[in-house]
């Protein structure tokens, strides 16, 4: 596993952000703006989920508008967040955040699409289950996040 | 210059020095600051894509605005709350980046770009919020707040970047 991190850390990319100044903190702000879509829209549709806004407006139609968003967001993320992973590749290997981070973000990416997306679209879902979704799918997606920012601290 | 002073004597009191360098505060109201971020801008990109008629199209502006209104607001007050902490603990620092006072002037435009929406548009919103495409002028307020918006994320990044 150390080798893959090793062979990652010297990929192009990992030497080029490496020596530049500007790649790091530049990419940084690119993966800020997709986590802002990314958030912004997991938290209007689970707060709709959970009849906390929007409730004028039926789960599917605020959800078929938030979903390319949110994916969009996850998106510019995971992108950008491989650049910054492929320049800090060792560190991260040493870091418990970034493990504690992938398994989040694996588990939240698992979680929207097996369980949260089905048990929306099935007709017999008790108002209750999907509420516990949301929950779990909003408390997931922001640990991902709490869980990132921590990669820089510990 | 008058700023610069009052920043230096904001940074020496003994509140700023206290959340400088405590362990584990600064280090949850910078995270606090960071992941509250998404929830307000995130609500606002949201609300500024409904006015330029990328989002929700379909739904009333008023009623995207004014649901959105109170999460985006309680956002705010954390992002503001956090964010002064953060200005206290090191004031006359980040003052003297020109990064930071180039975030506040965005952050002074996307204020001003709010109450212009809110003095005009805003309060006949009754009479346009149907309107599909958006009025024009509900356009440029939108991309000006994305703009806006988009530059103080950028611009605070930087801040953090420029000082280390």
Known sequence: MLALFHWFEATQIGIYGRRSSYFFPAVEVVHLFGLTLLLGTALVLNLRLLNATMRTQSIAEVAGATKPLLWLGATICMASGLLLFLTEAIKCYYNVAFWYKMGLLASAIVFQLAVHQRLRKAPSTSARLIKGAAAVSLALWFAVAVAGRAIAFV | ?164
């Open chain 2, 1 to 164: 210059m008058f700023i610069l002073e009052l920043c230096r004597r904001i940074q020496a009191t003994p509140f700023a020095t206290q959340l400088l360098e405590s362990q584990y505060a600064w280090l949850i109201i910078e995270s606090a600051h960071v992941i509250g971020l998404s929830l307000s801008v995130g609500l606002i990109v949201l609300t500024d894509l409904r006015l330029i008629g990328g989002f929700r199209r379909g739904e009333p502006v008023s009623d995207v605005l004014g649901q959105l209104r109170p999460w985006l607001l309680s956002g705010f007050a954390l992002m503001f709350v956090t964010g002064g902490l953060l200005f206290v603990s090191e004031a006359a620092t980040v003052m003297a980046s020109p990064w930071f006072k180039l975030k506040l002037l965005f952050l002074l435009l996307a204020g001003i770009n709010a109450a212009w929406f809110e003095l005009t548009l805003g309060r006949r919103l009754q009479s346009w919020s149907h309107l599909d495409p958006p009025p024009a002028a509900a356009k440029i307020a939108g991309w000006t707040s994305l703009v806006c918006w988009s530059a103080v994320i950028g611009l605070g990044r930087w801040v953090a970047y420029a000082h280390t």
